[in-house]
């Protein structure tokens, strides 16, 4: 296959911080028309199977998907995982253990908002919870723009729920190691989703690409709905450097939200080799 081709490979259902079921999401990027498709919420696998089925109905093609949360240099730096088994018991567990610590994350945030005068915040974002194992910050913002606090996410963001804000809480994630581990055990491939949304000096992130790739990690996202339009022509010259395939994903979580929908972005630049490429055999 090849880099032309309407993939999507990253974005999230209400099993994590979405606000679409599996089908709903299926539907949408079928009327808009991908060919290739991966749900890929953070560090779960609930939504698997009725993605897959609902990408089938549609006469989609389907990659298994996961987003990972991993702590790399003391910030936060998400893998995207696809084509690997979502059953396999090192993989489910280790997922079990990310999503581990964010019920007691999401209480220090309330205290830290209530003390600038917003109370009840874990209580309001827990109406927006699909899945109580993975309450996030997402879900803290619908809550702030509910009451009234914000005018949107992205502002809630800003003002509320980044480092040395009031409502944000320093968390340790996954190791890259392991989670990479995880994702390559059965098949899958590792990508570096956003790399341009990471505060890293260029130092951090010569660090991060090449630790990523000596644990086994083979792809990045290049075209995002995270990135610039200059941000996609940095990390395809990043893709060549380290030799490393390409993937390309919205980044959809919500029709209100999200400013990329599923399956709108440019194609891949051509001398890439699509990550999809690589998981031929993986293909549902
Ligand atoms: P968490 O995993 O709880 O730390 O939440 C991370 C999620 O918050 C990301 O996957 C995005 O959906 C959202 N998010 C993070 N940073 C921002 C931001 N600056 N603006 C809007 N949404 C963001
Ligand atoms: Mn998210
Ligand atoms: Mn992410
Ligand atoms: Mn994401």
């Known amino acids: 296959m090849t880099s032309i081709l309407n993939a999507d490979l990253h974005c999230h259902s209400v ?71 979502a059953n396999n018991p090192p993989m489910r567990q280790g997922l079990e253990a990310t999503r581990g610590g964010r019920g007691q994350r999401a209480m220090e945030m309330a205290a830290g908002l209530a003390a600038v005068g917003i109370p009840n915040a874990y209580e309001g974002a827990l109406k927006f919870v699909g899945n109580p194992e993975l309450i996030s910050r997402t879900h803290f913002a619908r809550f702030l723009v509910e009451s009234g606090a914000c005018t949107d996410t992205y502002e809630v963001f800003r003002k509320y729920l980044t480092e040395g804000k009031p409502g944000y809480v320093p968390h340790r994630w996954a190791a890259l190691k392991d989670a990479v581990g995880w994702i390559t055990q059965t098949g899958g491939i590792a990508v570096i989703a956003h790399p341009g949304r990471y505060k890293f000096t260029a130092n951090e992130e010569y660090a991060l690409f090449s630790e990523f790739k000596a644990h086994g990690g083979r792809g990045v996202e290049v075209v995002t709905g995270s990135h610039t339009v200059a941000e996609y022509t940095e990390y395809a010259d990043v893709a060549r450097e380290f030799g490393l395939a390409a993937s390309r994903g919205s980044d959809f979580h919500s029709p209100l939200e999200s400013h990329t929908d599923l399956g709108t972005l440019p194609y891949l630049p051509k001398d890439l080799t699509p990550v999809w490429e690589l998981l031929a055999d993986r293909i549902q």
């Open 15 to 85: 099993v994590s911080d979405g606000t679409l079921t599996p089908e709903q999401l299926a539907a949408r990027a079928s009327a808009n028309g991908v060919e290739l498709w991966a749900l890929t919420d953070h560090d779960e696998v609930g939504g698997q199977q009725r993605a897959a089925a609902a990408a089938k109905a549609h006469g989609m093609k389907y990659l298994t998907g996961a987003e990972i949360s991993v702590t790399f240099a003391n910030e936060t730096v998400h893998i995207v995982g696809l084509g690997f088994d």
